[in-house]
């Protein structure tokens, strides 16, 4: 076993164990809140550190996963999956942070180390969409080294995360556009309208994969299991639109 082989095993081992302790995080604050009986609504909500840690420790070991699936340098491997990791954890902890103290997390300028939070927030999620981005690029490189069906899962399941990305840069600009107005209710108020948009564009990444790794586990040719990575591709393509729409209207 060469040196950068243990180096790619050990980034990819490291990978799954903090997605995993962002999850069990995520878990744990929807425990004390169910225990507590707190409030499930609001920008003061355990629900958000709950939803963040659940959200990015199964996107952080999706990526991890889908990334083995790509034929891509150990250097650059490391370099994505080491930044990413890291911005999933900073992201909810930061988000932790301020829900643990009883404040806003997001469009929070009331002082200055609370604007320092909002404005990391939005820089690591600038990072995250430029890291999305690289991989979605990598991905349509030619000679990747797996089959057809999980190409086209892959490749699917990037653009729509790409959507998702950009959903949640929308959610955010819309949410600080209304706080420089001075109008932080409607911010808290209406800056997650598009959560559903957002959610379901996020989890292809996870759902057209994983099809393609069953298809490949039952005694289907090639063609069938491109067949069905289509069909399936098509299938929640279709319902990312009509949750778009019903969303929109």
């Not at 988000?95 to 180390?113: C, D, K, M, Y």
């Not at 598009?194 to 790794?213: N, Q, R």
């Not at 491109?226 to 399936?232: C, G, I, P, Q, S």
Request: net charge positive.
């Amino acid at each position: 076993m060469t040196q950068r082989s243990q180096l790619f095993r050990t980034v990819e081992w490291f990978g799954y164990a903090i997605g995993r302790a962002l999850l069990l995080w995520g878990v744990a604050n929807a425990a004390i809140l169910v225990a507590t009986g707190g409030s499930w609504q609001g920008p003061l909500s355990l629900r958000k550190p709950a939803a963040f840690g659940v959200s990015f420790g199964l996107t952080l070991v999706t990526i991890v996963w889908v990334a083995s699936w790509m034929q891509l340098k150990d250097r650059s491997r490391n370099l994505i999956l080491g930044v990413f990791a890291f911005l999933c954890v900073a992201e909810t902890a930061l988000i932790s942070l301020q829900a643990w103290r009883g404040v806003p997390s997001h469009f929070n300028e009331a002082t200055p180390f609370d604007s320092g939070v909002t404005r990391l927030l939005a820089g690591f999620g600038a990072a995250l969409v430029i890291t999305i981005a690289t991989l979605t690029l990598a991905s349509f490189r030619a000679n990747q080294g797996t089959g057809p069906a999980m190409r086209i899962a892959i490749r699917t399941g990037f653009v729509m995360l790409m959507g998702s990305m950009v959903t949640g840069g929308l959610m955010i600009a819309n949410g600080v556009q209304l706080v420089r107005a001075g109008d932080a209710a409607a911010a808290y108020a209406t800056a997650g309208s598009l959560k559903p948009i957002h959610a379901v564009l996020m989890h292809g990444i996870l759902a057209l994969p994983v099809l393609a790794w069953l298809a490949s586990r039952v005694n289907w040719s090639e063609s069938r299991q491109k067949a069905a990575v289509l069909v399936a591709s098509a299938a929640y393509a279709l319902l990312a639109a009509v949750v778009v729409l019903a969303t929109l209207e």
